[in-house]
């Protein structure tokens, strides 16, 4: 079968979240009625009826609600015998039961919502309309071409369970991919989005191509005309030392062996250069080489990287991701592999502009030395010279000394005679009467500040006295308080009944308004 029927095929296996609930509620209900059709009625019949599904496959293609066929067999038991107590248990794993034979593998299509990863585990349901269904995808088993997100239309594969402990119905999907046309090439779109921004296309992260790389690693199918022309190239040119690093370029399993294969050959300290490289096909076919994880491994790789897959027209990730990206795989051999006449001409015309550059050299020197002979003079007429100058200078400091000297002396003969002037006992003795004298004037001072204050003092002491509480209540008077020890003022703020307290001069009393 082609891959356009197999992609038509799946199409029409799909179902909808509420086809897939219609034909579900459909089989348990008929189950349910013919079971028991009411728990009153239960006594009345000869017995229940048994069913056996025939079609354990709904069709997918006809988007109808009808359930599966059931046929009906008399039972002849008793009534009484009829009425079974059922257990949760029981009937969470019959349903189980039947969902495993008559769901085996869906496709079903409808929104993502709710899309949350824990622990490697995706947790998303799939909404169409009004209707819902959970869905779980474990890491080891699930496969997409993008990451899961919110709003997006996606068509999927897995089987239905119900998760016993909770009686939830999930769908447990293995395979998610864009729903309608073009769900390759929007998913690209979105990877290509998001590599941009983390910058893994940027031009400050290419390396330099080495010109003659020694050995040159190759990543490609070994069984594939890519390998054949790049040998076929190699041995026609001057030639490197190849290492062929193999991986599968095209299916599932290709996207993780090509990771591989490009860490193997950096790894290898000897390895100068990996060129990444397959020959043509469809979209599909090169779709691998837009799988994130190659790209990502592309741009992490430390030795320089070419990447040449497909024609002239086919572009993919590791492309923009590479260090540089050919057309083809023979394009990139004959980039990387140069032919001798090639080499040889490019010897050629080195050496002649390394003679040419030599004589432009040598003349200029040859100049310079002349120049600098025609500026050398006779050396003992300049070492006469320089003697003659070494003299000047050495007289110059001569004089300079004794001058200095000189001044030095009459400066300390100007400060002595100063300083002589001067009777220091004198001053010593005129400064110590002064300090006696402002020590008698402090002292007299003090006391004066001191008789004054003792006064103020007393004064203070008098006027605190007579305005004391005590002095008052000694006069007579007495200080009446309530309960709380507000002080009363008048005699409105006490009412019949309150006990009051009455402190006089000597003692208080406790009183009883009435």
Known sequence: MTKKKERESKKGKSLKSRDLFSNLAGMISEN???????????????????????????????????????????????????????????VL?????????????????????????????????????????????????????????????????????????????????????????????????????????????????????????????????????????????????????????????????APDQIRKAIARLDKMKKVDLIVVTRGGGSFEDLFCFNNEKVVRAVFSCKTPIISAIGHETDTVLTDHAADLRLATPTEAAEHVFKEKIYLKQQVTGLKQQLLHLMRNNLDTRQRRLQLLKSQIHDPELILNKKYRELDYLNNQLQRSFVNLLNQKKTEFNYFRDKLLQYNVE???T?????????????????????????????????????????????????????????????????????QLNVRLAEGSLEVEVK
């Open 430 to 498: 005129t400064g110590d009467r002064k300090l006696e004298d402002l020590k008698r004037r402090m002292v007299e001072e003090m006391e004066t500040v001191l008789g004054s204050n003792r006064e103020k003092l007393k004064l203070h002491r008098f006027t605190l006295a007579a305005l004391s509480p005590d002095s008052v209540l000694k006069r007579g008077y007495a200080l009446v308080t309530d309960k709380k020890g507000k002080i009363l003022l008048k005699s409105k703020e006490a009412t019949g009944g309150d």
């Open 93 to 253: 794993s019959g349903l189980n039961q039947v969902i495993k034979e008559n769901f085996r593998t869906l496709w079903i299509e409808g929104e993502l919502i709710n899309v949350a990863r824990r622990r490697g585990i995706y947790y998303y349901s799939l909404k169409e309309n009004d209707n819902l269904i959970r869905c779980i995808s474990f890491r080891n088993s699930f496969r997409a071409t993008f990451e899961p997100e919110d709003g997006i239309q996606v068509r999927v594969r897995g089987y239905l369970r119900i998760y016993e402990p909770t009686g939830s119905l999930s769908l447990n999907v293995n395979l998610m991919e864009r729903a309608g046309r073009g769900s390759l090439a929007q998913a690209l779109e979105i990877l290509t989005n998001k590599l941009r921004k983390e910058g893994l296309f940027n031009k400050e992260h290419k390396k330099p191509i080495p010109d003659f790389p020694k050995n040159v690693g190759v990543v490609t199918s070994p069984e594939g005309a890519a390998l054949r022309d790049f040998i076929k190239i190699a041995r026609q040119r001057f030639s490197s030392s190849l290492i062929i690093s193999p991986a599968i370029v095209q299916g599932e399993k």
């Open 426 to 428: 004198k001053v010593i």
């Open 32 to 90: 349910q009625q013919s079971d028991s059709s009411s728990i009153s009625d239960v006594d009345k019949q000869p017995a229940s009826p048994k069913y056996s599904i025939k079609n354990k496959t709904p069709s997918p293609e006809k988007k109808s609600t009808n359930s599966p066929k059931i046929s009906e067999q008399k039972d002849s038991r008793k009534p009484e015998e009829t009425k079974k107590i059922w257990k949760v248990s029981e």
